[in-house]
């Protein structure tokens, strides 16, 4: 296969998406431990709009954007086993999480933040960080795994996995929120899904979700939950609302039940007292992402139960911005993505 000389990628001045800047660079040739990656697709979170506008920690001046993408191998370095090229993969979100819990050092190597990200062209990825994709999904759909559904996965079978039976409250319908969702209702769980909006919710309702609630028009969103729980409340909320939700998640969660506490879409001042804490003795447990070994573990249940990443829109290379302003919309259900291959 003949390789460019040069490559075009997506990098950021803190200044916003709109200011993303689309420039050339030298493809550099994988060391020997590293595989080069053609990619294919490329999918966004809200992390990107933060890293965008410079608000996120830790970002590398300049920084190639984007965390999360799926391709082909083209090169495999003299050192690599076990990869080979053809094969289609996924690199980990944090490269160097392998297993077990992360540290400081290991957050360090996330891609699209400290180190560069993967919203270009081709890229090398050290061997350690792959995941095939599995059989059944399209590089646009392995695209999403990486962020979105590694953080549902890992929320939902922590400490404490999720077990059939169990009831999974779903803040909202963006990427986190409906991998949520789907892997609650493939752990054989009865889940209720809020959202601003009812058509989204009748997307929630199409996949599965048992029960839905429009938090616009029904502000006291928790006291719903209690009553479709018969007062009980629910064993886990996927709390991505943050500071504008916690109160309620709270309310709305059994006694000793877990809050896997992962977003802070929802502006507010609202907390939780250690006597709310307390006298519930909820488990609040902070998730970030995940592991190369949950990623698999992640991928041979989505395998098992035939699991399919919804995908709102994808976009072309050069739309990337306007990608970038649909997901900044809240307008989606589920993932944005951008097509990077044409072919
Ligand atoms: N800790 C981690 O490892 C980790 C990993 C991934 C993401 N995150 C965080 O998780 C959050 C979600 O990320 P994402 O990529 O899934 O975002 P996203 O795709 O942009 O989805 C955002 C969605 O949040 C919902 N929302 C907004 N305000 C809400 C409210 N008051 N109550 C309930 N839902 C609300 C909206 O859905 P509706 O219109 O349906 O209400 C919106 O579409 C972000 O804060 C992100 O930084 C954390």
Known sequence: MSLPKTIREYRSNGEGYQNLM?????????????????????????????????????????????????????IAGAEVKGWKAGDRVCANFSLDHLDGDTTAEIFATSLGGPVDGVLREYMNVPSHSLVHIPEHLSYEEGSTLPCAALTAYNALNGPKPIKGGDTVLILGTGGVSIFGLQIA?????EVIVTSSSDEKLKVAQQIG????????????????????????GVDHTIEVGGPGTITKSSNATRMVGYIHVVGRVAEGDSGVSTLEITKKAHIYRGVLIGSVAQFNAMNRLFKARNIKPVIDKVFSFEQAIDAYAHLESQKHVGKVVIKVSKV
Request: proline share 4%; aromatic share 4%.
């Open 22 to 74: 689309l420039v050339e660079s030298l493809l550099e040739l994988p060391k020997s431990t590293e595989v080069l990656v053609k990619i294919h697709a490329v999918s966004l979170q809200y992390r990107d709009l933060l890293v965008a506008s410079g608000h996120y920690r830790g970002i590398k001046p300049n920084v190639v954007v984007g965390s999360d993408m799926a391709g082909k191998i083209v």
């Open 185 to 189: 209702l493939a752990s054989g769980a």
């Open 209 to 232: 979700a048992h029960h839905i609630i429009n938090y616009t028009t029904t502000p006291n969103w928790d006291q719903e939950v209690l009553k479709i729980t018969g007062g009980r």
